[in-house]
């Protein structure tokens, strides 16, 4: 879809606004999710809408206040921040060239920040991570009714299926600290196959009725054999060689500290100690 704005950082075509000449304000500056649709190309408010969601679950996974983020107006429209258009920029489909444009463009902002700006795929490990801690609740749960005696057993066998290597090997093997997940060092493929292990897991325990340490290994061991397989014809590569990712802690205190760079681009008086960004009136 052709666009009346343009994200190069330097050159804007003729007749074209910019990023930042589309933003409105209220105190402080924010943009409508309508025209950000048009800056990256999108014929339909239901592509970002999508990409909204996702941003704002980033939000609530890193503690951020939304509704200082996030506004939805009288007519269905959104007010974003200028974090909230680089969530939501982050969670568009970046095979359009206008999304990658736009990408590009929030990583390369400000020298003074750009170490704390991650790639799409950072951001979407947040939610995965988040997704992967309720889904192995929900099966720790589910598992405690099917007379299961050591639950960490069960754990390992499915990473076994998965790696061929125990929780202990994959720790030594990506370099992940004693005591912490493999999960938070895996890149967002990764978090999404083991994502989808877990849910297969459950789902195989519960439609065959599942009971018994023993069996329960071995369903876990089975599925994550099935995934290591699928994963091998599909990308290539097991998964014990895939590259570890960046510890997602610190992810999540780079973005952190991204967004209070960002309030400080927008704020009305970045004199005022104190100030408080938002996208509300």
Known sequence: MPSDCDFDLFHFEEGKRSFEDIAGSNGFRFWLASDLMNCIGYASIKPIKAAINRAIAACAHLGVPIHENFEETALGDWKLSRFACYLTVMNADPRKEQVAKAQAYFIAMADAFRAYVHHAENIERINIRADLIDR??????????????NYAFFQNAGYRGMYNLDIRQIRARKGVPDGRSPLDFMGKAELAANLFRLTQTEERIRNDDIKGQQRLELTAAKVGRAVRKTMIETGGTAPENLRPAKDIREVRKDLKKARKEFVKLDAPDKGVKGQKSSARE
Do not use: H, M, P, Y
């Not at 192995?136 to 005696?149: M, N, Q």
């Open 136 to 149: 192995e609740g929900t099966l720790s749960g589910s598992v405690a009714k099917r007379d299961i005696s």
